[in-house]
């Protein structure tokens, strides 16, 4: 009996995540054709995503926002956003308001 007949074909693709501690990039064999959602339930039992709500989190692919129906290709790297603490606007408005406070004082 032919061994490879059952074979799938396989590509090399990242997955990165970062946390204010630390960073992590993953590389993985996934097989062709697989999505963004087949790779984060192949993750999903793998420390440290096992810490994560992998579905709260909003995914890329090289830094653009994609649906989790994207089918990846070789070489893609795969990055989880973490939800923002603090809106950017009002980040910029809190600075401002405490350089006020430190002018006055």
Not at 57 to 64: A, D, I, R, S, T
Not at 72 to 98: F, H, M, N, S, T
């Amino acid at each position: 009996m032919n061994e490879g007949l059952f074979e799938v074909e396989q590509m090399t693709v990242e997955i990165g995540y970062a946390t204010p501690e630390e960073q992590v990039l993953r590389v993985l064999q996934v097989p062709v054709g697989a999505t963004v959602q087949q790779l984060l339930q192949q993750i999903s039992a793998d420390a440290p995503f096992t810490q994560l709500d992998l579905d709260a989190h909003k995914v890329g692919v090289f830094g653009q926002v994609c649906d989790r129906q994207r089918v990846l290709v070789a070489g893609d790297r795969l990055e989880l956003y973490r939800p923002l603490l603090i809106d950017a606007k009002a980040a910029r408005l809190l600075r401002a308001q405490q350089q006020q406070q430190q002018q006055t004082d």
